[in-house]
């Protein structure tokens, strides 16, 4: 019994960590692509992707405002480091999206989407 239960979670933990992991090749964007900065405001306004949508995975409307959101559309979803954006990739599938891709820290989003850091 205990073989089949770790059995089972090999084969489930590396798809759960795939969905998660930052990315580290080119990223190839469509037109439609939404592009989520999910770091809190003021690390938004020091330097973010051009064109970024900034929802704080810490905040506590982060679930109301993705729910206004498309779950069928791509979402390219980066933060500080790759942690925040792995939370939010998970909420996001619990919530129905599909399609989502961690670009991990800002400056590695930037380098593997390129799409330039922006200053407002």
Do not use: W
Not at 36 to 63: C, K, M, W, Y
């Amino acid at each position: 019994m205990l073989k089949r239960f770790l059995a089972t979670l090999a084969l489930i933990f590396p798809v759960a960590l795939g969905a998660t992991a930052c990315a580290t090749e080119p990223v190839e964007l469509g037109a439609d692509s939404v592009i989520i900065d999910v770091r809190t405001p003021g690390e938004f306004a020091g330097g973010h992707l051009e064109g970024a949508l900034n929802i704080d995975v810490q905040s506590p409307d982060f679930a109301a405002q993705i729910s206004q959101l498309d779950p069928n559309a791509d979402y390219f979803v980066y933060c500080r480091s790759g942690n925040r954006s792995g939370q939010a990739i998970s909420q996001m599938s619990n919530m129905g999206f599909t399609s989502m891709t961690n670009g991990g820290s800002v400056s590695n989003a930037s380098s593997v989407s390129g799409i330039p850091v922006v200053i407002d």
